[in-house]
Structure formats: structure tokens, C-alpha cells
């Protein structure tokens, strides 16, 4: 490139800075971007695209400045970054090239603007750190709200992705270190922005946010983060809350499987919430609270007592009804305290945000005053914690007018008598109109000009305004003439002039100070930003505890109680499936599980609920662990240390792998991590390959986990013949679900029965799906035939000294269902068949019966 203007230069330093971010270049009202820069972003934002200086000049591209807001939205949706450069220096006395500085570097997890954060859902900027004895650390923080979380690692990188999965992460910072084929996976299976940050320093600003930090890997892990965040923000952040350790024992641990496959937070198929578990969960009032339900949904409970906590006060809020209901009509006039206190750190509010805040804050008597009516020690705790900011909400109710407009730059914003001088420019103001109130009244009278009106334009000033009717009454010499319009003259006097000098300079002068005034304001609720903090956490809590109950009464949810080593449901429901057939129709089932019998083999035919069954069992387990009520009439439950789940989803289309592999990888997983405390649903496993394959793997890991590790497990199988697993595996039952045959036709009842089901309905599921006739009939043929065919039954053989033996021994009982059919008999079978009878006599019917009982007794 040949001699680049000097503005151009300037460009181009700046942007060697920020090479992996759109460069927003402030010029005039416009931000400009140019190069490579400009043909994306047209191409991103849908904007033309132009050439600076003529045609061949560089490709150029702009958005006006005040419409910014949206076009940065999009980009960063898109998982870009956005680096704001602004002219920070007046441009009129500026010598040579304005001076210009980027200000803030948007990123996808650092956005603060309100339309660009969903309102019940966190916004995470997370950093990965990884160390030399081989663990990782991860910090999430949530610059909206300030939250700090910081978790450690120690068992490989797989248990990272399952970590970071379905949380809502949307940038993942990194060190350049970070080995090449993790940083691609990070970005398949994640979907995040990922940034890195290499250089660490400890900021010791920061101090007081690291005080529970005591291990060198968690201060370098924040520090990458807190880095980075300086990096991008540049400007203290006030609201920024202690980091928080979370211990990974202390929760239900879910991995990635189980969480995609029970849809707890979003549904698989379409990725949204309806239809998810939180979907149903969510009767939460506030902002602060729908997020504060997700991240329990997220983190399942292992401690009994702080499980048992949540449920009394749920138990109490169920049962009180009208008290309930008030506190969800206080909670509803709550603003989302969390993010307000981060934008008024950050320094976006306005003067209507501080009034939301004021009247958010007025509520907590209100919510006190229902809380005290409850007994319960852990509803008296929340109440203790929901102090009265007494101190700050005088500060709001002597400083904020009651209707502040939008912008913070008009005035009109703060009250009389807060401030001495604001009030004196007020005075001056108020007097100088009332002045010009009484020379109007002076003026009509000594003219004897009924219609004479002083009027204010931001041109003129203040005027004299007579009609032309009336011009002629007016005494020589008495006014100026400034301007006329059509049917009157307008006048002024030095006077008047000389009064809206003042009033004018006062106005001025209070818009100002008012302005100064708020920012002042602004600065010392700065300083009540943990308080705030401290009270949108027990508000989100008195939130979601609400909903539960709220939930579990709607619904008719029963609390659950915790034993060792049992577990027994009465009538449990899908919670979401119960929902969505709306009509009451959802058939309930119980489910026992102990230890003398802990596996259960569920048979059934397709579509007759065998995997509604299993993930309704784990769908009770973690509403039982976060504190909610039951869909069921009784439920007595184990505290399960770990869910792992293998249940037929659709194909893992992001990683490419194929079904079956997805399964194997699934059921390893379950396999390795499992422990005695833990529960494995295993919907259908080896479907994915062929017959023999697919069941004995199937039937092998059933007696793994059988034989070695004793978890509870619910394994589903469309392997009929795995039922004689009952009588080699001492622990293992069989349930099927019961289908009945009617007119030819499979009526599912979707009920739960203890044995083995006697067939597989395939077919019958076929014909519902409205196969051809002619395609139904072959199929059953081929069926008759595969079924009487010989063909292997599954080994229940001890497996011995670790080896495995597939297919070399026969049960009696499998021999004898397996044993070919004689010639003859299928002969006599086929007649039998072909027999018309309504074309026969009695006695016709009577021979040929006789006839074929001859030859199959032969
Ligand atoms: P399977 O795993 O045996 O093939 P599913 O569990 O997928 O069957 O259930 C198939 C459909 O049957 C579900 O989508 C649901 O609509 C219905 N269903 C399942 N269980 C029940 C139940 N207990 N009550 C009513 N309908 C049910
Ligand atoms: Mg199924």
C-alpha cells in the first residue's frame, strides 16, 4: 500500500491491536470500518458496502453512531467481537488528527446493554486454565450480575467438556498454550467465542474478590479472567462479587449425556426451553429468580440436610396458600436487583432505573411482613436476611423526582430541596417566568390588548406576540419589532431580553449541575452494591422456593422423603409429558428399586412408554434433589451421587460420530464413573449395530454393572431374550410394560407390570403408523419365520476369570421356545389356516379337524 493519509494511519495502529474483533472507527457521526473489516461486516449487517476516496480507493463501510447498539447486537450474536473506538479528544480544537482510543471491546460474554442479555438466563464469560499436575480450573463470571464461580478439575478433560456443557457460556477464555485438538473441541461442542489471555498479573484492586481463594491454581485461573475483563472493559468494575469455590462432590454430578438426554433446561430436537423440565419448573416471578432455578437445575443436591431445608420451606409455602400468593404478587414488582446493580456499576442507568430500584427496595417490608407469618426456622432465616436499606432508599426518596424522563442530560431529574444550589438556579428560573407571567398581565393591561400573549421559542426567546388587528394600539416606541408571521408581529424589550438571560443561564446551569448530580447519586449507591447483591440473593431464593411450591400444588407433586437404600415411587408421572397431554390421561407407574433387587430389565413393545418409564425416574431424583416436590402420590428416595444416562437420542450430529458409537461412548462412560450410589437408565442399548452384537454387549454390560458395580439401574431392551437374565443375575427384575391385543390391533396401556412381556409388538406399531397393507403382511410373514427359526439365545453362563462368553449355552426353557417346528406340523398349521370356515358345514369342520389332529399326533 502506497502513502496512507494520516487518519489512515491511525486506523491502522489501532487496528493491529484488535485484529480478531470489528474495529468501530469513530468519525464524526458515524463509525466507520474499512478493508477486510468492512466487506464482513457488510456482508454480517446487510449494509453497503462503498470505497473510500473513489473507486479504487479501500473498501468502506458505516453504521451512524446513534443506531450502533443494534448492529453491535448482531455481530456479537453472531460470536463476534466489537472494539469500540472513540474520538476522545474535541474535535474543533484538536492540532492535525483527532486523537482516538477504543473505549470498551464487546465480546460476546462481556455485554452489559440489557436488549443484548436474556432476561431469566445468565450470561457466562468463563476462562479454562490447565496445569502442570494435570487439572484444570474453570472461573464462570456473569459481568451483568458480578457473580464469580471458580471450580477445580482433577480427573481429565473429558470431565471439563462435561462441565462446561449447558451452562450458558458464550466466551470461553484461554491461554495460546492450550493444546490445539482441546481448543477445537472447546469450539465444536461448546459453540463459544473463545479469546485468549496469556499474560497474568494479579490486580490487586481485586484483592477482597480472592479472599477464598487460598490455592496458587484458583488465583491464577482469576486472574486470567480478571485480565482479561480489564483487557476488554477498561474501567473498574465495582459490582464484580467474591469468587465462589464450588466443590464438583458436593452436587448430583450429571454428564453431558444425561443432561442433553433428560432435557432438563432445553429440549434436544429443538434447543429451546419449552418442553424442558425447567419449562414446567419455572413458575418464578422474577428475573433473579428464573435464572437462580436454572442453575439449581443445573447442580442437583448430595447433602440431606440442605435438601431438606429447601423442602420445609417449600412444604410451608405449599400448604399456605393466600400467604404464597401474596408473596408472588410483592416478588412480581421486584426488579432484577443482580443486573441493575451491575449496570449501575458500570455506569448505564438512568434516573428510571434508580426509581425501579426505589420502589424494587420499598417491597421489602411487604415481603418481610409474609415471611414472618411462617414458623419455620428456614423462612424466619430468609426474612433475617432481607435487611431494610434504609439508608439508601432515603438517599433515592430525597434525590429522584417521582416521573424522571429517559436521558440523564435534560435535568428534570432530581428533586427540589436535595441540593442548595440547584434549587437557587430553580429559584431563579421559577422567578424569572413568574416575572415574565406579571409583565404579561402589565402589558395587556396598560395597551388594552386583550389578545397580546408572550410566547418562547428556542430561536427568538422570549416575545411579545400581537396580532395584525391590534398593531395599531400599540404605543410608539414601546417594543422592538423582531419577526412577523402571517397575522401577527412579535416584539421584545431589553427587559425581557435581560430577564431570559437569566432564566436561560439558569436552566443551563441546572441541567448541568443536575447531571453531575446524578452521576454523584449514581457513585454513592456504588458503594451499596454488595447490600443490593446480598438481597437479590435472597429474593431469587424466596423465588424459586415459591415456584416449587407453586409448581408441586398446580401439578399435585408430593414432597419426597429420603431413605437409605430404598427407593419406591406410588404412581409417578413424566412431569412434562403429564403437561403436555394436558387431558389427565397420562398413566402413572411405580418403581422399586432396593438392595436385594436393583436392576430392573424393562421389556415392552415400542412405544409403549419403556423410556418415558426411565427418564420419568430421573426426572423424580433431581426434583427431589434440588428441593421440589414429586410427580407422584408417595415417593421414598435415595440421594444419588450420580444420573448417567444412555437413552435413544437422535444422532450426535455435531461431533459426526454415529449412533452406536454415541452408545458405547455413553455406556463407558456410565460404566467408569458409576459408583454403588449411583443410577444408570440404559434405554435400548446395542440397538445401533446388528442383532448378535448389539445383544451381547447389551447383556454383558447388564452384568458388569450387575456383578461390579451395584448401581441402581433401569435397562430397557427391545432383546426379548435377555428376560432369562432373571434367573442368572440375582438382582436383576423384570417389569414390562403391558400391552393388550384387540380386534388384531396392540392397545398400549402403558402400565408398568412385574415379569417379562411375552412378545415384541414391532409390527403392531408399524400398522399405527399407517404402513401398507401388502408391507405389514410380508413383514409378519418374515417374522413367523425368523421366529421359528433357530437362532441364538443368550448365555447366562457365569462369566469366569474375566472372560467373556457369548452364545454356548441354551437354558432348557430357551431350547424348548427355540426347537424347530416339524415338518408336519407347519404343514397342518399352514391347512389350518387356509380353512374357510364359513364356507364349511358343521360337520365339513368336523372332518377336517379331525384330519390335522391325526397328523400332527403322528
Ligand atoms: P418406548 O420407549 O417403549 O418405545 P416411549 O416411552 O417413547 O415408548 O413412549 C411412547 C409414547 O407413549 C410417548 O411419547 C407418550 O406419548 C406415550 N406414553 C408413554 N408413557 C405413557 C404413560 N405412562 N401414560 C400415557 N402415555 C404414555
Ligand atoms: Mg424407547
Redo the contacts with the bound molecule.
Sequence with gaps: MGKQTPMMEQYLKIKADYQDAFLFFRLGDFYEMFNDDAINAARELEITLTKRGGSDGIPMCGVPYHAAENYIKTLIDKGYKVAICEQVEDPKTAKGVVKREVVQLVTPGTVMESNMLKEGENNYIASLSHFQDGSYVIVYNDLSTGENNITVISHGWDAVIHELYNQPIKEIVISSNLPEDLQTKLRDRLHVTLSYQDEITFNAEYRNLAENLNDERLMKAFSRLLNYIQHTQKRSLDHLQPANVIELKHYLSLDMYSKRNLELTETIIKKGKHGSLLWVLDQTVTAMGSRLLKKWLERPLLDKKRIENRLNVVDAFYQRFMERDTLRDTLKSVYDLERLAGRIAFGNVNARDLLQLKQSLEKIPELKATLNQFEERQIQTLSTGLKYPKELIDLLNTSIIDNPPISIKEGSIIRDGYNEVLDTYRDASRNGKRWIAALEKKEKQETDIKSLKIGYNRVFGYYIEITKANIHLIPEGRYERKQTLANAERYITPELKEKEQLIIEAEEKSVELEYNLFIEIREKIKEHIPELQYLAEIVSKIDVLQAFATVSEKNNYRRPYFVENKLNIING??PV?EQV?KDG?????NVSLDENKNILLIT??????????MRQLALAVIMGQIGCFVPCDEAELIIFDQIFTRIGAADDLVSGQSTFMVEMLEANHAIANATDRSLILL?EIGRGTSTYDGMALAQAIVEYIHNNIQAKTLF?THYHELTVLEESLEKLKNIH?RAEEFEGNVV?L?QIQEGAADKSYGIHVAKLANLPEALIERASTILQELESSDKPAPTTEKIESGQLSFFVGETEQVKERNKPIPATEEKAIDELKSLNLFEMTPMEAMNALYRLQKQVKM
Design positions: 408421572r413424566h409429558i397431554m390421561s397420562f398413566v402413572p407407574n415392552g413393545p415400542n412405544m409403549s412408554g419403556k423410556s418415558t418409564y434405554d430397557s410394560v398400549f402403558h
